[in-house]
Nanobody
Framework: QVQLVESGGGLVQAGGSLRLSCAAS????????AGWYRQIPGKQREPVAF???????NYADSVKGRFTISRDNAKNSVFLQMNSLKPEDTAVYYC??????????WGQGTQVTVSS
């Protein structure tokens, strides 16, 4: 059974930082793409960042230069370092993993709230 468990969300002031973690079990993240989406209530889930199995990172334009995605294959985990946070970054952040062309697995989400 595949499980993704996110942690690290919380409340932070604008300009602050948070580090999200996603620990996987039942699947080898090193063989998969892995990344993060976010969702604001009433809006569609949007991609934030992902990293390929080869370690190539991609970012949404809105977070480039502020967020950094990384993975630790030994811990079977993926991380999202978020700096210079803005109120518009407030959302539920979801970790996911998939092989290209195959179904994605999702975590339960972690709330990030940035106050102005």
């Amino acid at each position: 059974q595949v499980q993704l468990v996110e942690s690290g969300g919380g409340l932070v002031q604008a300009g602050g930082s948070l580090r999200l973690s996603c620990a996987a079990s039942g699947i080898d993240l090193s063989l998969n793409h892995a990344g993060w989406y976010r969702q604001i209530p009433g809006k569609q889930r949007e991609p934030v960042a992902f990293t390929t199995s080869g370690g190539i990172a991609n970012y949404a334009d809105s977070v480039k230069g502020r967020f950094t995605i990384s993975r630790d294959n030994a811990k079977n985990s993926v991380f999202l370092q978020m700096n210079s946070l803005k109120p518009e970054d407030t959302a539920v952040y979801y970790c996911y993993t998939n092989r290209p062309g195959a179904r994605a697995y999702w975590g339960q989400g972690t709330q990030v709230t940035v106050s102005s």
